[in-house]
């Protein structure tokens, strides 16, 4: 996990899954994830975010966009949006040589 604070919020979302009996909120269950894992002074940056983030990607967004969201991460300065700072650098960029030998 080259993220790991961001990494933390999908395996409590998984945990968070895993109680539940049905998983009809995935909204909740990532919400509720995001609450648990990070700095109450971050959960509502990273919830505003969450689904352009996740809908788009880095490659999905427009120049403009990223330092738009990076300075506003940059700002806020919490181990999870330093992390989220880095990705917008294109610092966590997939490398597939990395699946093979």
Not at 33 to 39: G, I, N
Not at 40 to 68: H, I, N, W
Not at 76 to 93: C, D, F, H, K, R
């Amino acid at each position: 996990m080259v993220q790991p604070q961001l990494s933390q919020i999908p395996l409590r979302a998984l945990s968070l899954l895993a109680e539940e009996d049905e998983a009809d909120c995935p909204d909740r269950i990532l919400s509720d994830a995001v609450r648990d894992c990070v700095e109450p002074s971050c959960v509502d940056l990273m919830l505003r975010y969450a689904d352009t983030f996740a809908g788009q990607g880095l490659d999905g967004l427009s120049p403009q966009k990223v330092a738009e969201f990076a300075e506003a991460f940059r700002i806020e300065g919490s181990p999870y949006a330093i992390e989220v700072t880095q990705w917008l650098a294109g610092e966590y960029a997939f490398n597939p040589a990395c699946l093979t030998d």
